[in-house]
């Protein structure tokens, strides 16, 4: 999929942005329901007492999308991608982060 | 007004409206960031305006749910009766806007720092350039836009429950 490039600004950059976002989102979204199947996990995930599991749920969304970006900016920078492909998985995993936490979805798994 | 009003106003009426009115400023720059619209001189003026713009919605965006998530969502869900959360789940007419609305709120509001960041970046980095590259100008439009609607959510769904149960 990925060809060198000699453009100074190729689409990878663009991509890894892109990418690395849906997947933050997605991982919120996830984490919002697999909290609801498993009370281990929510309670793992109140890093702290007052604001309780949103703190993980968050948390290792944004890590996760923190940690992500820049390898995937480092792997693609000059590189050309397939941009509508990663544009296409970004926007499926956007949908699928945003389903994951909409309340009777995520209510149906609730133990 | 005390300090919990002060915060929840900061939160929603502050940080968060802010991100919601230069949205419209954004989108419009976004959208006729286009070779055909404008001259390349005009591109090059309405970089800079756009850059900041966009930067200040993302940090708004991070502001609200920070202040919202670590400093007013504290107060909400307080185990004492009197706190909000508890007095919507004891009335079965008001239950649902904790379990719904509450509960989506706080989740999907996430989405819009991240989302706005990476819309930002995208912008800065590619710069007039942009406007040659469709794709990347509808991309960036597009996580700008979901970012926007995941707001609206919280927003629209923060000022309803803070009227129903307020934060005093």
Known sequence: ?111 | MTERELWTVLHGMVFGAIFLLAFAGGFAGLWSLKPELITSAGIGERMKRLVIGMWTMAIMAWLTVISGTYIVYPWYRAGDPGSPRSLLLANADTKAWHTFGMEWKEHVGWFAPVLATAAAFIVTYYGPRLAEKNQLRKAALVLLTIAFLAAAVAGSFGAFLNKVAPIR
């Open chain 1, 1 to 111: 999929m990925n060809t060198q490039t000699d453009f100074a600004k190729s689409d990878g950059v663009a991509g890894a942005a892109v990418l690395a976002s849906a997947i933050g989102v997605f991982i919120t979204g996830s984490l919002t329901t697999l909290a609801e199947i498993s009370g281990s996990l929510k309670t793992a995930l109140a890093w702290s007492g007052a604001v309780g599991p949103l703190t993980g749920k968050s948390g290792v969304g944004v890590i996760v999308w923190l940690v992500v970006w820049p390898i995937l900016h480092a792997v693609w920078r000059d590189k050309e991608v397939n941009f509508d492909a990663l544009y296409i998985v970004s926007l499926v995993l956007i949908a699928l982060g945003w389903l994951l936490t909409f309340p009777p979805v995520f209510e149906a798994f609730s133990g």
